[in-house]
């Protein structure tokens, strides 16, 4: 019920994963990314063993054996779907034959674009495209790009539930986190959450190292950059709050 994108950036070295579903909060399932690799297990997954793929990857396997590895310990592997890219750029990918057409992927240069419940093959084939067409992109812009392509050439035939981005550089934690659990069009959401967050990915890859960077507000101030943030919510006191305030 599923579509991604698992690919890797020939310049930055950058890793990552964009992701569409007819499901809600598919980031919580499906998506497991380091800056050692990128693993997609979906389809019905189960996140132990999509975990269990990035780890052997950071490891140091090679991805068809890790797919292999995946595939000869499940019990359902029929109803898998696996996407792996490796840090080197190196992928594999699997479709289990009890898979919900249609499914099916395509293991390109440092990407794999798969999905299962599509339109038809035209969905994978745009994926894939996409993301070769943009290479001189940033790999979250990249990702996106792909997967707008993957719904544009028809998607789900159920549609979309929730989508999600995920991207690491060289550092252990995420340059870009977002995810859309629930909407009409998650796609479309996860694109306005990423055009706001994006001036942002820099900074807090450098906040993490630098406690000295100016507060988020101050930091768009400088670069001319304007955005609305959340307004303060009005403090109100319910029945047992104005028990207590009174005077005994």
Known sequence: MTFSIVGR???TGHLGIAIATSSPAVMSRCVHVSRDGAVAFQSVPDPRL???GLRLVGEGWWPQKVAEELVAMDKWSAKRQIGIVNA???????????NVEWAGHIIGDNHVALGNVLA??????AISEEFIAGAK??????????????RDAGGQAEGQTSAGLLVYGRETYSRC????????????ELRRIYDWYQPLVPYYVE?????????VKAYLKEKGI???FGRPVPVTIGPAARKNTKKK
Not at 88 to 98: E, I, S
Not at 120 to 125: K, M, N, S
Not at 177 to 188: G, Q, T, W, Y
């Open 50 to 52: 999509g975990a269990l």
């Open 226 to 228: 304007k955005r609305q």
């Open 137 to 150: 992109l940033e790999l979250e812009e990249r990702l996106l790009r792909a997967i707008e392509a993957g």
């Open 177 to 188: 986190d977002l995810r859309v659990d629930v909407s009409a069009e998650p796609v479309a």
């Open 120 to 125: 038809g093959p035209e969905v994978a084939i």
């Open 88 to 98: 080197d750029g190196h992928c594999a990918a699997w479709t289990g034959r009890a």
């Open 207 to 215: 906040r993490a190292k630098n406690a000295m960077v100016p507060r």
């Open 9 to 11: 950036c020939k310049r």
